[in-house]
């Protein structure tokens, strides 16, 4: 009576069952939502997918983490720091990982533990290349400098994100 169920039903099936929500692909078939950074220190943010719609805003700082959040055709749709939404090209995006430092001045560690030697501090604001994630720290390079420092002292990674 019934045909064979899709991988697709079975991991609806498996996510609903464990009470998580289904994961989002994109049309690319990559997630939704998604880290990705500035590649140019000049972008507009318009407010819909194409040249047609107004711009909205101006980023002025390469290497800025946002989330994609939707795609359509070559726009993706972006979430700011701030949770501020607009639409961005995909040219003027890059799949490289950076983090920007909240809160307080942090300090990174040579070792992803809180007893950790410290190896450099970074105001509130400063942009960071992420370089792995494990658990809850992450590794990040500042300038020529690496050390690692909790998720929750930056925005840029999901919680459970492992990055390599």
């Known amino acids: 009576m019934f045909g064979k169920p899709t991988l697709a039903a079975l ?6 069952a464990a009470g998580a929500a289904p994961p ?14 500035l590649r140019s220190g000049e972008v ?22 946002l989330q994609v959040i939707a795609e359509f055709d070559v726009w993706r749709k972006i979430r700011d720091i701030d949770g501020a939404e607009g639409w961005v090209h995909q040219s003027l995006l890059s799949g490289e990982r950076t983090a920007v430092i909240t809160g ?12 950790g030697v410290p190896v450099v501090s970074a105001e509130p604001g400063v942009i960071a290349k992420v ?10 390079q500042l300038g020529k400098l690496k050390g690692w420092l909790p998720r929750d002292e930056f925005w840029g990674t999901f919680p459970d994100e492992t990055v390599k």
Do not use: H, Q
């Not at 991991?11 to 609903?16: E, G, I, P, V, Y």
């Not at 307080?104 to 007893?115: I, M, W, Y």
């Not at 994630?133 to 590794?139: D, E, I, L, P, V």
């Open 11 to 16: 991991l609806l099936a498996l996510c609903l």
């Open 44 to 65: 507009n943010v318009r407010a819909g997918p194409g040249t047609r719609y107004p711009i909205a805003w101006m980023f002025v700082r390469s290497g800025l983490p």
């Open 104 to 115: 307080a001045v942090r300090t990174l560690l040579n070792t992803p533990e809180p007893s």
């Open 131 to 140: 370089l792995e994630c494990k658990g809850t720290w992450c590794r990040l």
């Open 24 to 37: 989002a692909f994109a049309d690319t078939g990559l997630p939704l939502p998604r880290f990705v950074s």
